[in-house]
């Protein structure tokens, strides 16, 4: 069976562990079904010891089913597949919105922010600075000219505690007439 030392979190260090009862010769690892070759740069971060495999640090590339195989007179036992996910971000974020609205073509308009993280970021929203109780990607905004000025998105993966945030202006200007007139 294997075994990790630590929540997989990304620039972190990680051992897996072999646990093996009974005698064995030799253990190897396999990586998506595939025997783990280290002597490649692909690889380079990774080292095995004993029956322990050492990521340092570890990366979303290290992504994938392991198995370690113990091999004895009888022949190899293999382990069940463990899946490692490593943990990360946000790497980035991203909000979006339209940056002008005239006053009267619509009620409401919508703010959206995306970050890439893993698990999924946690949404806060300030304007002005000043938080808002709205949580979550998307922000419905009031078009009104006091609603105008900079609105932030903060994403924060919990796992990881990094935040990291970005803005958008949001800019109200005149009064819609209309469409048509009548002469």
Known sequence: MVKQNIIPISSD?????CDVTGRYDTIYWMKDNLSLVLNNTLNSDITIS??????????????GNYQ???????GPHTSP????????GPLSVNVSGPGLVVIGSVIT???KCSADSRPTSEYRWK????????????MAVGVSLKNAGIYTCVAKNSLTNISMSNTIGLNVTGKWVGCCSNT
């Open 13 to 17: 260090n990680l051992t897996l562990t």
């Open 50 to 63: 004993n029956n322990s495999l050492h990521f340092s640090p570890v990366k979303v590339s290290n992504d």
């Open 68 to 74: 370690c195989v113990a091999t004895n007179l009888f």
């Open 81 to 88: 597949k463990y899946q490692l996910l490593v943990n990360y």
């Open 109 to 111: 308009v919508n703010l």
């Open 127 to 138: 304007y002005n600075n000043q938080s808002l109780p709205a949580t979550g990607p998307l």
